[in-house]
C-alpha cells in the first residue's frame, strides 16, 4: 500500500475523469491512452494528458515490458492501494482547499451511486440496469471493524486480479463501494475529516474513524 501527504493528490483523486482512469487501469491492468479513450468515451489526447497529470503525483507509470516499442507508451498503476491522513495533509499549504474539493466530489460521487443503485429500470432486459445492494448491521469492536474491512478488501482484490486485463461484450465496469463505520445518529453530523481514508482498488474512498 502507497502512502500519500502531498495535498495535491487529492485534486487528482478528485477529478472525476482522472479517477475513472484509475478505475479503468485497476480492472483493466496496463492500458494505453487508445485503450482507455475506448472504454470512457473521451478523446485520446485528453486521455493521455490526464495518464501524465496522474503519472506526475506518482500514481501511475508507464509500464515498459508492455509496450511494442519504446514509442509505444502503456500505463499501469503504481500501487492498487493508497492510504491517506487528510488530518496530517491539511495542516500542509493549500491541504484544506483541496481537502474541501475532494471532500465535496466523494460526496457527490456517492450520492451518484447511490441515485444510480435505486433508479428503477425501464428496461428489463438491459443488464447495466441490473444492480446488487446489500446493507448490514454489525455489532463490532475497533479491530473486528478493521479485520472486516481486510476480509472484504482481499475478496475484491481476489476478483480484481482474477478479471483484470480481460476483455469481451459480456465484461463490463462494474463499481463495489464499500462504508465500514460506527452507525451515525439520525440527527447527528459526523466529523468532515476523519483520521484516515483508504482507497481500494482507487475506487471512492472509506471513512475510518
Known amino acids: 500500500m502507497a502512502t500519500y501527504d502531498d495535498p495535491r493528490i487529492l485534486r487528482a483523486i478528485a477529478h472525476p475523469t482522472r479517477n475513472r482512469v484509475l478505475h479503468e487501469l485497476s480492472a483493466g491492468g496496463s492500458l494505453r491512452a487508445a485503450d482507455i479513450a475506448e472504454r470512457t468515451g473521451i478523446p485520446a489526447n485528453q486521455a493521455s494528458f490526464h495518464l501524465r497529470q496522474l503519472a506526475k503525483y506518482g500514481l501511475v507509470e508507464v509500464d515498459p515490458e508492455a509496450g511494442r516499442d519504446r514509442r509505444d507508451r502503456v500505463w499501469r498503476l503504481v500501487d492498487d492501494d493508497i492510504s491517506i ?56 469492536t475497533r479491530d473486528e471493524a478493521e479485520q472486516l474491512q481486510h476480509d472484504l478488501n482481499e475478496v475484491v482484490a481476489r476478483h480484481r486480479d482474477a478479471s483484470r486485463g480481460k476483455s469481451g461484450d459480456e465484461r463490463d465496469l462494474y463499481s463495489v463501494y464499500q462504508i465500514i463505520q460506527p452507525m451515525p445518529d439520525l440527527a447527528g453530523e459526523l466529523d468532515p475529516v476523519k483520521e484516515e481514508f483508504r482507497v481500494s482498488g482507487f475506487g471512492r474512498p472509506g471513512a475510518e474513524k
Open 85 to 140: 491522513n487528510p488530518r496530517e495533509m491539511v495542516d500542509q499549504p493549500g491541504g484544506e482547499a483541496a481537502y474541501t474539493v475532494f471532500q465535496r466530489s466523494s460526496v457527490a460521487w456517492g450520492h451518484h451511486l447511490v441515485d444510480q443503485a435505486f433508479t428503477v429500470a425501464t428496461d428489463l432486459d438491459d443488464e447495466r440496469s441490473k444492480r446488487i445492494v446489500s446493507e448490514s448491521s454489525l455489532r463490532l
